[in-house]
């Protein structure tokens, strides 16, 4: 995968479009007019600010389904990747929260996305839904079915889980690209708006060799050039909210703030926790998803 190719920058930032509730999650109002709108307007918010890509999951249906999710849902994330990739001009990806990336490969097949986000390709992790188990098996075989060329970014150690298989973050991305066949490897901090421990994503880019390597929480205009100067890009939601509240809608001012300093190179190898440490406590605000 390359990812200057894909994205058009070597370092690229991915904003995430937090779809409102979807048909048959437990907070869906019934309005799917209004998810689409909200996210046409996150997406030209991300696009106006600079982001280089845009992924779409369904991060307020929380609690997710562990497997496979509603054909509804799957029918209303269609509708929704298909309106933001009318409107900006930017590469768009889908993650189907909780693991259940044989939906996702299916709409981005169908959309023309171009990469899926899948929370556990390899090995097994504990978490609030249960057990998820890897899925590359199903996965590389249905894209193969599907003749797709959808790229597939894939967790490791993903957040908001401990494993059961092995802890070792090296061992872990090299089983993840070798045998799993990911693209891309996406290392994350223990929560949403946490990120990585600088010496995780140290051992990950040395583990991934030649696979890009991608931030998945945890950024902010603080830390991107720490985080960056070992990661090929970041997928970042959070940090680009209204007051930095995952509740709220994203600004285009610090989507734009944020690309001001990713150019700038701001950011050390000691900021890349921005004083925040796991452990601690997490903010409400980001306690709504994955």
Same mark, same amino acid.
């Given at each position: 995968?390359?990812?200057?190719?894909?994205?058009?920058?070597?370092?690229?930032?991915? !904003?995430?479009?937090?779809?409102?509730?979807?048909?048959?999650?437990?907070?869906?109002?019934?309005?799917?007019?209004?998810?689409?709108?909200?996210?046409?307007?996150?997406?030209?918010?991300?696009?106006?600010?600079?982001?280089?890509?845009?992924?779409?999951?369904?991060?307020?249906?929380?609690?997710?389904?562990?497997?496979?999710?509603?054909?509804?849902?799957? !029918?209303?994330?269609?509708?929704?990747?298909?309106?933001?990739?009318?409107?900006?001009?930017?590469?768009?990806?889908?993650?189907?929260?909780?693991?259940?990336?044989?939906?996702?490969?299916?709409?981005?097949?169908?959309?023309?996305?171009?990469?899926?986000?899948?929370?556990?390709?390899?090995?097994?992790?504990?978490?609030?839904?249960?057990?998820?188990?890897?899925?590359?098996?199903?996965?590389?075989? $249905?894209?193969?079915?599907?003749?797709?060329?959808?790229?597939?970014?894939?967790?490791?150690?993903?957040?908001?889980?401990?494993?059961?298989?092995?802890?070792?973050?090296?061992?872990?991305?090299?089983?993840?690209?070798?045998?799993?066949?990911?693209?891309?490897?996406?290392?994350? !901090?223990?929560?949403?708006? $946490?990120?990585?421990?600088?010496?995780?994503?140290?051992?990950?880019?040395?583990?991934?060799?030649?696979?890009?390597?991608?931030?998945?929480?945890?950024?902010?205009?603080?830390?991107?050039?720490?985080?960056?100067?070992?990661?090929?890009?970041?997928?970042?939601?959070?940090?680009?909210?209204?007051?930095?509240?995952?509740?709220?809608?994203?600004?285009?001012?610090?989507?734009?703030?944020?690309?001001?300093?990713?150019?700038? !190179?701001?950011?050390?190898?000691?900021?890349? $926790?921005?004083?925040?440490?796991?452990?601690?406590?997490?903010?409400?605000?980001?306690?709504?998803?994955?």
């Amino acid at each position: 995968m390359n990812v200057e190719t894909l994205f058009g920058t070597k370092k690229p930032v991915i !904003g995430v479009v937090h779809l409102l509730p979807l048909p048959t999650s437990p907070r869906w109002n019934g309005s799917l007019q209004e998810v689409i709108g909200r996210a046409e307007q996150e997406a030209t918010a991300l696009a106006a600010g600079g982001a280089h890509g845009i992924i779409i999951e369904n991060f307020f249906d929380a609690p997710f389904a562990k497997g496979r999710v509603d054909a509804a849902v799957v !029918g209303a994330m269609t509708l929704a990747v298909q309106h933001v990739a009318s409107m900006v001009h930017l590469p768009v990806g889908v993650n189907v929260l909780r693991n259940d990336g044989l939906s996702a490969m299916a709409i981005a097949a169908c959309t023309g996305a171009k990469f899926i986000r899948v929370n556990v390709l390899m090995g097994v992790m504990a978490t609030d839904r249960g057990l998820l188990e890897g899925i590359a098996w199903e996965l590389l075989r $249905y894209r193969r079915e599907l003749n797709s060329n959808v790229k597939i970014l894939a967790d490791v150690l993903v957040k908001h889980a401990e494993p059961l298989s092995t802890s070792n973050i090296g061992l872990a991305i090299e089983e993840t690209i070798h045998r799993g066949l990911a693209d891309g490897i996406i290392v994350s !901090g223990c929560a949403t708006g $946490y990120p990585p421990d600088p010496e995780d994503l140290r051992l990950a880019r040395a583990a991934c060799g030649d696979t890009p390597l991608f931030v998945g929480s945890g950024t902010t205009w603080e830390n991107i050039g720490a985080l960056l100067q070992h990661a090929d890009g970041a997928i970042v939601s959070t940090s680009l909210k209204r007051h930095g509240h995952a509740q709220q809608p994203i600004d285009p001012l610090r989507v734009a703030r944020l690309l001001e300093a990713l150019h700038s !190179g701001v950011g050390d190898t000691n900021s890349a $926790y921005n004083g925040r440490r796991p452990g601690t406590g997490y903010p409400t605000e980001q306690l709504a998803g994955v």
